[in-house]
């Protein structure tokens, strides 16, 4: 039987969070009451008892309603019975009844993107990997963690339009993690980026811009900030026009189609409690 989360549900849906991600039962408890909501979160039964779960997370694309399907999971004891499947398919089924259009998810692994395919999933949202020197420029202006999880919002969908949005209620739980995790924010009129300093780098997790000169000055502010920075690691989306023809492509995201597909084929996603 599916069904969304109880209250009662909670401490077996943890513990179940805990054993097969590896995180605590705090972040577990985050992941599954703050982020996705306990109505979000769908969970297989048998034998009186939670075996299985997953979080369908509302976002938007282009204007549509969709889900981030997000923790998919389950008990050691009841794996290997297509329980897994039958949940997406139950989601397939019913999320159509609310207005929504499409699932996406992020495979953790390389190995799962055949799974997910097996699931009706397509690859899309591939991002770029480059590694850039960061030149000094005293003239660079941004401001820093300025931004509120609505104000992201704002920013994220001013600088790339095709994006796979979150609620600002959710974006508030990505960035609080991220925060926690050392992100820094810098903006501008021309762009937004997020980072984390390593050493010497700087690891864009997330950079948007105008153009490849209003990105220079992003990363060029956040090197007269940190002081002392070489170069930077920047992750785009790989149709992204910034800093065209350069850095490794990589598989990143997947979409199920829930009622008459429609192009993605310049479509991002990004900061979606993975980082």
Not at 32 to 58: D, H
Not at 161 to 170: D, E, M
Request: proline share 4%.
């Amino acid at each position: 039987m599916f069904r969304t989360m109880q209250p009662q549900d909670l401490p077996a849906l943890k513990a179940l969070w805990c054993e097969t991600f590896g995180d605590s039962a705090e972040f577990a408890e985050t992941a599954l009451c703050s982020f996705a909501g306990a109505g979000n979160v769908w969970v297989a039964e048998a034998e009186n008892a939670p075996v299985g779960m997953v979080s369908a997370v509302p976002v938007e694309l282009d204007g549509r309603k969709g889900v981030y399907l997000y923790g998919l999971a389950v008990a050691p004891a009841f794996r290997k019975r297509g329980i897994a499947r039958a949940m997406v398919e139950h989601l397939a089924q019913t999320l159509p009844q609310n207005g929504v259009e499409f699932m996406v998810l992020i495979p953790a692994e390389e190995s799962l993107f055949g799974y997910y395919e097996a699931l009706g999933f397509q690859k899309a949202f591939a991002r770029r990997t480059l590694q850039r020197p960061i030149k000094r420029d005293l003239w660079a202006v941004a401001e820093f963690d300025a931004a509120t999880a609505k104000a992201l919002c704002g920013l994220r969908a001013q600088f790339c339009p095709h994006l796979v949005q979150l609620a600002p209620t959710q974006m508030a739980v990505v960035l609080a993690d991220l925060y926690r995790q050392g992100v820094t924010i810098v903006s501008n009129k021309g762009g937004y980026g997020l980072y984390f300093r390593k050493g010497e780098t700087l690891h864009f997790v997330e950079l948007q811009a105008v153009s490849d000169a209003a990105a220079t000055t992003l990363l060029s502010a956040a090197r007269e900030k940190e002081v002392v920075v070489e170069d930077a690691v920047v992750s785009v989306g790989a149709v992204q026009e910034l800093f065209q023809n350069e850095g490794t492509r990589a598989d990143y995201g997947m979409i199920r189609f829930l009622s008459q597909p429609f192009d993605v084929s310049e479509g991002y996603m990004g900061l979606m409690l993975d980082v």
